[in-house]
């Protein structure tokens, strides 16, 4: 990467931690600022990675479950100083970290045994999925209705959901690319569609399952999902 490449990434980092500035503050763009910062670093990090003696599959598992976890603390925390009602953070940790964020990581094992995909490309992936699946696709409503109206308000809403979801996943494919690549992978251009169902296909079907053990186990009382 060159120097100046890395330069306008760092500072496309800093623009978030503007929200820790604000009343009350924003924490859930922390997410891009983590990806921002492996991104620059991503040598010693897939060194370190590597080191780890567990399959890349599975590497993958804990890494896009940490990942989320990552986010879904600092969302939380933004929700508690907002005020806002929130489940517990054991809550949000078990379905959503586990569930919903195991069920991309499945996904995506599957995925990369067909096809190849870059970092940039299971990024933007991940980024696109978001606008449509968040809150039952609430958010892209209210990004159409009001892009005549308010271009800015949609532009800034959309490019924050795909910041974030987009940094999610790749956080965690960052250090294993070279990794989980071989022969039998393909460039097609269905693999973005086919990575897309098998992420909303997974992560549906996990939160569900890991919902009702939960559930069952007395760790949870209900289910919803956001980003904000």
């Known amino acids: ?18 929200g820790l500035v604000r009343s009350p503050p924003d ?47 600092t969302k939380w925390v933004s929700m508690r100083l907002a005020g806002d009602e929130v489940q517990t953070l054991v809550h949000d940790l078990t379905v959503f970290g ?42 892209l409503v209210a990004i159409v209705q009001s892009l005549s109206a308010n271009p800015l308000a949609s532009l800034y809403l959309l490019g924050y959901v795909m910041l974030v979801y987009g940094s999610i996943m790749g956080l965690a494919y960052l250090p294993l690319e070279e990794a989980l690549r071989h022969p039998r992978q393909r460039g097609h251009w269905i693999k973005y569609l086919v990575a897309m169902a098998l992420m909303y296909v997974g992560s549906a079907s996990l939160f569900v399952a890991v919902s009702v053990l939960a559930r069952g186990l007395g760790l949870i009382a209900g289910l919803s999902r956001t980003v904000g």
């Open 1 to 18: 990467m060159s120097r100046r490449r890395r330069l306008l990434l760092a500072a496309s980092g800093v623009v978030p931690l503007l």
């Open 27 to 73: 924490l859930t763009l922390l997410i891009y600022v983590v990806f921002v910062v492996a991104l620059l670093w991503r040598p010693h990090v897939a060194r370190a990675v590597g080191r780890v003696l567990l399959p890349p599959p599975l590497k993958l598992v804990l890494l896009v479950v940490s990942s989320g976890m990552i986010f879904e603390v």
């Open 98 to 139: 586990v569930g919903y964020y195991g069920g991309w990581a499945l996904a995506w094992i599957v995925a990369l045994r067909f096809f190849r995909f870059t970092l940039p490309s299971v990024f933007l992936t991940t980024a696109v999925l978001g606008v449509p699946v968040e809150q039952d696709a609430q958010v």
